[in-house]
């Protein structure tokens, strides 16, 4: 922000906006404007909600930049709302999928700061996998989310040491629903590949590997990354697993990943490391599980005490010692 615009403190602290934004996306107003309904009677008929209350939500949207009121009572899709129509964008927004155990997460917040410790359980009884397991709806809008719908499709494009001549294995640890797993196996045949998660999670992977035409090259394995993983692959993956962990938890995973590497497998750790010199953020997997997105320098001491080298900056590999 330039140094002459001083934010506003209301915008800042304005809660109502972000929860029309929920609520619209919930309700597919914009799949209702797009169908032709327009009329605000006959939307709310649509969405199934009272009419004076949505006009109202859509009155304060229009006023926001989401949404136009051409006549009054009458509404249409500008460039923003357009967005709301992408599945994508919906899948973090809509209240009853993992947008609303998002959205509600943060109201937990006051006590995470307070502790460092996450506090979900206060709001949904359960910490945030066994709650995913107890709501197999909800977890499945979370393994949309993290897969190629909600992230499109994962680019294999990352360089490695010596370059992925002498790579024949990957295990892809805590790799979801195998959206780069698969990613990797489609640009290079020579790979076989395993993937490692929740067992309700890899049982929806079949699909991605399928159309991605490597389901012949695929082991799936459903298990918890803290549970002894298959040994004696080349490659080690972990994308997106270390920064939802507390330093413990970390630990024991690359403990595992270790164990299973040796004597000459390597940890490859993806999109869980930062600069040493980078400004720290507040993201939801810390309000969510206590996680923490490590710089290179805690990263390092981290891996040692793992019995690893660490090597590089975003892309990092560590080698069993």
Not at 127 to 142: G, M, Q, R, V, Y
Not at 257 to 279: I, M, N, Q, Y
Not at 293 to 312: H, I, K, W
Request: charged share 20%.
């Amino acid at each position: 922000m330039p140094k002459h615009q001083v934010p506003n403190l209301s915008d800042l602290s304005d809660l109502c906006t972000p929860w029309c934004v929920h609520v619209a996306a919930t309700l597919r107003i914009a799949d209702h404007i797009a169908a032709g309904i327009t009329d605000i009677n006959e939307l709310a008929a649509a969405a199934g909600c009272d009419a004076g209350s949505l006009h109202s939500l859509l009155g304060h949207l229009v006023g926001k930049g989401l949404f136009e009121e051409p006549a009054p009572g009458r509404f249409a899709l500008n460039e923003t709302a357009q967005k709301l129509l992408d599945p994508a964008q919906r899948l973090g927004l809509d209240l009853d999928g993992i947008g609303g155990r998002f959205a509600h997460a943060w109201g937990t917040l006051l006590t995470y700061v307070r502790t460092g410790k996450p506090a979900y359980r206060e709001t949904f009884g359960l910490p945030f996998w066994e709650d995913l397991d107890a709501h197999p709806d909800i977890a499945a809008s979370f393994d949309a989310l993290i897969g190629p719908i909600g992230h499109s499709a994962p680019t294999p494009e990352f360089q490695i040491t010596g370059g992925w001549e002498s790579v024949r294995t990957v295990v892809d640890v805590g790799g979801g629903t195998g959206a780069l797993l698969a990613e990797i196996l489609r640009a290079r045949p020579e790979v076989r590949g395993t993937l490692v998660d929740f067992p309700r999670t890899v049982a929806r992977s079949g699909e991605i590997f399928q159309a991605a035409g490597v389901a012949d090259r695929v082991t799936v394995v459903g298990q918890s990354f803290f549970d002894p993983l298959p040994a004696g692959a080349d490659l080690y993956l972990l994308k997106k697993v270390l920064n939802n962990w507390p330093d413990r938890e970390a630990l024991a995973i690359l403990n595992r990943c270790a164990e299973a590497a040796r004597p000459a497998g390597r940890v490859v750790v993806l999109s869980s490391v930062s600069p040493d010199d980078a400004p720290r953020q507040l993201v939801m997997e810390m309000v969510l599980l206590g996680g923490k997105q490590r710089t290179v320098s805690e990263f390092r001491e981290l891996a040692r005490a793992a019995g690893q080298q660490p090597s590089g900056t975003f892309v990092v590999e560590c080698g069993p010692t």
